[in-house]
C-alpha cells in the first residue's frame, strides 16, 4: 500500500495512492462510517490492524467522490512527525571508492533534524551560506514499532515501510570539520516521498533500482544490493545504540555520481532553477525544484 500526506484546507491529511487517483482516507472512512487512521504516523503507530482497515477501505472505495487527482494535491512529507531522523554515510561501495574514502568498518552515523522535512513537489531554498549544494538520492526506512537491541535476522520485521529520500548536502559547510552535521541539517534538506510503501509491497529492500536525475539528466545510477551495510544490518546496529521509536526514519547512503565524486573541473552544483528527481524501484519519484534564498 502507498500511503502520502497531503494538505486539506490547509492541514495535513492522509491519503492512499490507488488506481484512478488518490483516496481521501478521511472522507472515504466518513461516508463509509468506518474509523481509520488520521495521518501516516497515527497508521504506524497503530500496526496491523490499521493496515488492514485503510486496506479494506481502499479496496471498497475505487471510483468514489473520495478519489483525488494526483496532480491536484500539494503533497507534505509523506512521514510527518519522526522523533529521528538518522542517517548512514559512505554506504554504496562505488561511492567510498568515487570519494576516496575506505570502506567503513562500522555504518557512519550522522543525523538531520524536524526542520529538513521536506515533501514531494515542495520548493527548496540554497541558503545563501553554501555555494556546494549536492545531491544524494537515498532508500529510507521508517520504523514501524519500538525497537532496541534487534537481532539482524529480525530487524525487518521492526519496518513499516520506505521511502524515497534527498540527502542534501551543503558540501563546504560539511568539510569544514570531521563532523557533517552543519552540511547536512539545512532547512528542507531531507525531502522524503511522495509515498511511504509499506514494506509487504516493497520486498527484499535489499535489491532495488535508485537513481537521480538533474534537469532530466541521470546523475546516478545503483542498485540498493550495492549497499556496505543491508537495510537489516543497520536497523539492528543502530538499536543497539538507540531506541527507535514508530515514525522514525533511517536514511541508508546513497550511491555513486554525486557532484563531490566528480572531477574538481566537472563539479557543478546545484542552482537556482535546477530540479532534482529520485526514483527507487517500486517507490514512486520524488522531484524538487530548487530557487536562491531571498536576500
Known amino acids: 500500500m502507498k500511503l502520502l500526506t497531503f494538505f486539506k484546507q490547509g ?12 483516496l481521501d482516507v478521511a472522507a472515504a472512512g ?5 474509523p481509520v487512521p488520521d495521518s501516516v504516523q497515527s497508521a504506524i503507530e497503530q500496526g496491523s490492524d490499521a493496515l488492514s482497515a485503510l486496506a479494506e477501505l481502499a479496496a471498497s472505495s475505487a471510483g468514489t467522490s473520495s478519489l483525488l487527482p494526483e496532480s491536484d494535491l500539494t503533497f507534505a512529507p509523506c512521514v510527518t512527525a519522526p522523533r529521528k531522523i538518522v542517517c548512514v554515510g559512505l554506504n554504496y561501495r562505488r561511492h567510498a571508492e568515487e570519494t576516496g574514502a575506505p570502506i567503513p568498518e562500522y555504518p557512519i552515523l550522522f543525523n538531520k533534524f524536524h526542520n529538513a522535512l521536506a515533501a514531494h513537489g515542495q520548493t527548496i531554498e540554497i541558503p545563501r551560506v ?9 532508500l529510507a ?3 514501524g514499532r519500538r525497537a532496541k537491541n534487534v537481532p539482524r535476522e529480525q530487524a525487518l520485521d521492526y519496518v513499516f515501510g520506505y521511502s524515497c529520500a534527498n540527502d542534501l548536502s551543503a558540501r563546504d559547510l ?7 552535521m552543519l552540511g547536512k541539517i539545512g532547512d528542507g534538506f531531507s525531502p522524503l516521498g511522495p509515498y511511504v510503501v509499506t514494506a509487504d509491497e516493497v520486498g ?4 532495488l533500482a535508485i537513481r537521480s ?3 532530466g539528466e541521470v ?7 550495492d549497499m556496505i551495510f543491508a537495510c537489516d544490518e543497520i536497523v539492528s546496529y543502530i538499536s543497539l545504540h538507540m531506541t527507535l521509536e514508530p515514525g522514525d526514519v533511517i536514511l541508508t547512503g546513497t550511491p555513486e555520481g554525486v557532484v563531490l565524486g566528480y572531477p574538481p573541473e566537472r563539479q557543478h552544483y546545484l542552482q537556482p532553477g535546477d530540479v532534482v528527481t529520485v526514483e527507487i524501484d517500486r517507490l514512486g519519484a520524488l522531484t524538487n525544484r530548487f530557487v536562491a534564498e531571498p536576500q
Open 11 to 22: 492541514k495535513p491529511s492522509l491519503g492512499i495512492k490507488i488506481d484512478g487517483g488518490i
Open 30 to 34: 466518513a461516508a463509509a462510517g468506518r
Open 130 to 138: 553554501t555555494a556546494k549544494l549536492d545531491y544524494e538520492a537515498e
Open 141 to 143: 526506512i521508517v520504523i
Open 174 to 180: 560539511q568539510m569544514r570539520s570531521t563532523q557533517w
Open 204 to 207: 527484499d529492500p535489499g535489491s
Open 213 to 215: 536525475l538533474v534537469n
Open 219 to 225: 546523475r546516478q545510477r545503483s542498485n540498493t544490493s
